[in-house]
């Protein structure tokens, strides 16, 4: 049973840590909005999710020309779908931060990650009127 449990919350599980990493991202836009030269990014939900879902992760790895290197760790898969967001309207400082995507993104983001977190709820209350005989 605990078996079937974990298959059924996988794909959410995934979904919301990339909802969460996501949030992470465009909270660390808003928050540089006044730094200069900041470039804004996202992450590609759909990639992540593809990624985590089959645990793949970046190509990209280290190359080690020692025995006594220290191997590197490849990206994993949310941080390999972090992207720059197109530029929409250039700053003189250099800043690509437009709070009005940003805020618009962050409330998306917001809504979806309690909307899995509600269709969850209701995966677990219904896994648990089964196993009660309800």
Same mark, same amino acid.
């Given at each position: 049973?605990?078996?079937?449990?974990?298959?059924?919350?996988?794909?959410?599980?995934?979904? @919301? &840590? *990339?909802? #969460?990493?996501?949030?992470?991202?465009?909270?660390?836009?808003?928050?540089?909005?006044?730094?200069?030269? %900041?470039?804004?990014?996202?992450?590609? %939900?759909?990639?992540?999710?593809?990624?985590?879902?089959?645990?793949?992760?970046?190509?990209?790895?280290?190359?080690?020309? #020692?025995?006594?290197? @220290?191997?590197?760790? *490849?990206?994993?898969?949310?941080?390999?779908? @972090?992207?720059?967001?197109?530029?929409?309207?250039?700053?003189?400082?250099? &800043?690509?931060?437009?709070?009005?995507?940003?805020?618009?993104? %962050?409330?998306?983001?917001?809504?979806?990650?309690?909307?899995?977190?509600? %269709?969850?709820?209701?995966?677990?209350?219904?896994?648990?009127?089964?196993?009660?005989?309800?």
């Amino acid at each position: 049973m605990t078996n079937r449990l974990d298959n059924e919350t996988r794909f959410h599980q995934a979904a @919301l &840590n *990339a909802r #969460a990493y996501r949030q992470q991202v465009i909270a660390s836009n808003i928050a540089n909005a006044d730094t200069p030269n %900041f470039k804004a990014r996202d992450v590609d %939900f759909r990639e992540a999710l593809a990624g985590a879902l089959g645990g793949k992760t970046s190509a990209l790895a280290l190359k080690t020309t #020692a025995q006594r290197h @220290l191997p590197g760790a *490849a990206a994993t898969p949310l941080e390999a779908s @972090l992207k720059y967001r197109q530029e929409e309207q250039g700053a003189v400082d250099g &800043n690509t931060v437009n709070m009005d995507t940003e805020r618009a993104a %962050f409330a998306e983001n917001s809504v979806q990650y309690q909307a899995s977190v509600t %269709f969850i709820n209701g995966l677990l209350r219904s896994m648990q009127m089964a196993v009660q005989g309800q």
